[in-house]
């Protein structure tokens, strides 16, 4: 039975997109047909394995433009390739890193958590820039920088770039969680050194993810894990011989069904992409057209107010209720929708909205999604009791003239 089918309208794909088919029928042939470790595969199967493997890094490049000096390190997700990036940076006795604790690292106010943390926990001074001027960006040594908002959807292309021309010799990061396999760029001409991403945001399973970064970089991360297949040789006494990149910094068994998943997720991602053509063009799609309409029309709900609308995202709160309140009263009609501090406190305390409500789409969402939203919405103040306070409190006014 489909979703519409079901009566559910999920509209948080923001925090994990729908699945794509192609991407469920793909994990699932790699576990019925094949099921190998693609470590050194002596037989067809684990061959096989590792050609899955290979193809899918080699999509994930080309799906974002990249020229030969950059490489994919396959990870769960956008954290762990952030964790990972900012864990293998740190210069110590171990030969890996460039930087010191002390470096100057710099994350956008717009970031979520997971392009915060791993740099706060792990270096003396970070700051979260406001303005992106030079007094906050003033000898820089790394710059990670938000690809689109998770809280507004706003894409920040135009930032990235006039960074990367402010700060030419700062490690520039992108946090692409929101950002890969929707918006077309090449990562190449934006001159990013590193970007994170997840592919369960658009389409492919849950568990992997990644870190695609400038080989040269590459070569000096520490690794995250330690362990079996990021190793050429082990001596019970004598340093390791650690394998080249990438397999150095993927240590262990890696989700091979999901990396399937992700393949076919990216190949549908980039058919669609290139039909969008530019970004700027998303409000023109269809898609895009029904998201302004359903802004419009809670914006012409009594006590809505919509504080960010761009791409597939909308963002508002209800006069009088708390977003996890309105969450509730949605999930009553099969209309899910996230709420709270969507893993970006600063960014919200900063705005000064506090929780907010987050509905987010995917490019195909079309107008049972924006209807079903809209007439939810409509009804949560009602169902709060707070329309029916104002009349009751009416009848109250009335009964005392009488
Ligand atoms: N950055 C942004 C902007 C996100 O939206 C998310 C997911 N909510 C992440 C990072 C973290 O992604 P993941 O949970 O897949 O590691």
């Known amino acids: 039975m489909s979703e519409k089918q079901r009566g559910e309208v999920y509209l948080d794909n923001a925090a994990t997109a729908k699945k794509h088919p192609n991407a469920i029928n793909a994990e699932a042939h790699f576990y019925r047909e094949i099921n190998a470790n693609p470590l050194r595969?002596?037989?067809?199967?684990?061959?096989?394995?590792?050609?899955?493997?290979?193809?899918?890094?080699?999509?994930?490049?080309?799906?974002?433009?990249?020229d030969k000096s950059y490489t994919v390190i396959f990870s769960r997700g956008a954290t762990e390739a952030l964790n990972m990036v900012a864990n293998g940076l740190i210069k110590d006795t171990d030969g890996f890193g460039v930087i010191t604790r002390g470096a100057k690292i710099v994350v956008d106010i717009e970031s979520h958590h997971s392009n915060i943390l791993p740099w706060k926990q792990r270096y003396k001074e970070i700051i979260i820039a406001k303005n992106m001027d030079a007094r906050e960006l003033f000898a820089a040594d790394v710059v990670s920088l938000t690809g689109v908002s998770n809280?507004?959807?706003?894409?920040?292309?135009?930032?990235?770039?006039t960074v990367r021309r402010t700060c030419p010799k700062a490690i520039l990061g992108v946090d692409g969680a929101q950002m890969v396999g929707h918006v077309p760029f090449n990562i190449t001409r934006l001159g990013v050194d590193f970007m994170a991403f997840s592919g369960h945001k658009f389409g492919a399973p849950m568990g992997i993810g990644g870190l695609i970064i400038k080989k040269e970089l590459a070569e000096k991360l520490r690794p995250l894990n330690y362990g079996g297949g990021a190793v050429?040789?082990?001596?019970?006494?004598?340093?390791?011989?650690?394998?080249?990149?990438?397999?150095?910094?993927?240590?262990?068994?890696?989700?091979?069904g999901a990396i399937f998943g992700l393949k076919s997720a990216v190949k549908v991602a980039k058919e669609r992409i290139e039909d969008l053509g530019a970004i700027d063009r998303f409000d023109e799609t269809t898609t895009g057209r029904f998201i302004r309409e359903a802004v419009d029309d809670l914006r012409k709900i009594k006590g809505v107010k919509v504080l960010a609308a761009n791409n597939l995202i909308i963002t508002f709160q209800v006069k009088?209720?708390?977003?996890?309140?309105?969450?509730?009263?949605?999930?009553e009609d099969n209309v899910m929708v996230r709420a709270g501090w969507l893993c970006a406190e600063p960014f919200l305390r900063y705005k000064g909205w506090g929780p907010v409500i987050r509905a987010s789409f995917m490019e195909d969402s079309d107008s049972f999604y924006i209807k079903a939203l809209v007439d939810a919405v409509s009804k949560v103040r009602a169902k709060m009791g707070l329309e029916d306070n104002k009349k009751r409190k009416n009848v109250r006014r009335n009964s005392n003239r009488s």
């Open 41 to 66: 595969g002596l037989y067809k199967k684990s061959v096989q394995a590792k050609t899955g493997v290979d193809e899918a890094r080699k999509a994930v490049l080309e799906l974002v433009k990249a």
């Open 151 to 161: 809280v507004t959807g706003k894409c920040f292309l135009k930032r990235i770039e």
């Open 232 to 256: 050429d040789a082990v001596s019970e006494d004598g340093e390791p011989i650690f394998a080249e990149i990438p397999e150095r910094l993927e240590a262990g068994t890696m989700p091979v």
């Open 320 to 331: 009088g209720v708390h977003p996890h309140d309105v969450a509730q009263v949605l999930a």
